[in-house]
């Protein structure tokens, strides 16, 4: 973490429509573009997420194409692609399927693309997305109100994403997910109190489940998690705590 223990503001911007303020942001790998989650306003056509580039201290809004999902619609999470190139996002499709949306990025022209309308249960919510480094596949962590949380991998080859694998493991519901610097691991933190976190080792198109990480001080719902080469760093709302996995 840095040493510094002051932020300064040295940018704002206005926003027109509703964001979920409960969710995560994006930077691309550059932090060039900034991707924030939106709800819909009532509306089918919407945009999911709104989208920022960045000069400077500056940030100018661009413009994303709209897409038709359900009217109840919230973006629950946004991943960059490795060479953001592909922002894609999810959240509850208001009961409706292609709850992943993806759009490609040239410069500052956004395309959207199809959407991966794999909704593994009707009404699922999309709560975390993650790209491996080598951008050969994603792991998109779903929630819903039956209470049987998953966690679905696709293989990526060009525009098409494929489902290679399910987990049903999960015993509670998921609130981050991370692969690890060279994408041999898989982090996912739940909102367990007593084991919140999850261990998958990563071999080929094969998620493999290997262990489960108590937290010592009994808090679920954590607000962030991290996945390094060593271990991994996760937040709470007011603790920060590394951890050396055992995979």
Partial sequence: ?????????????????????????????????????VYSDGSVAFVPIKVWSRSGDALTELSLPTTTIG?????????????????????????????????????????KLGAVTDDPQAGSTVIGIAYNPANTLVAVAFTNSSNSPL???????????????QYTGLTAAPRHIHFDSNGSRLIVSTASTTAPFW?????????????????????????????????????????????????
């Fill in 1 to 37: 973490f840095p040493s510094h223990d002051t932020c300064a503001s040295v940018a704002s911007v206005t926003v027109t429509s509703p964001l979920t303020i409960d969710s995560n942001l994006a930077w691309d790998n550059t932090s060039t573009y900034l991707a924030a989650p």
């Fill in 199 to 247: 261990y998958f080792s990563v071999s080929g198109t094969t998620l493999t489940f290997v262990g489960q990480q108590t937290n010592g001080g009994g808090e679920g719902e954590y607000a962030s998690v991290v996945a390094t080469s060593e271990g991994f760093w996760s937040t709470a709302v007011s603790t920060a705590t590394s951890y050396t996995s055992d995979f």
């Fill in 151 to 165: 966690i679905n991998l696709y293989s990526i080859s060009g525009t098409t994403y494929t489902r290679v694998q």
């Fill in 71 to 111: 009217a109840a619609a919230i973006t629950r999470a946004i991943s960059w692609n490795p060479d953001g190139s592909v922002v894609m996002c999810g959240g509850n499709g208001g009961g409706s399927s292609g709850t992943l949306q993806r759009y490609s990025r040239s410069g500052t022209t956004f395309t």
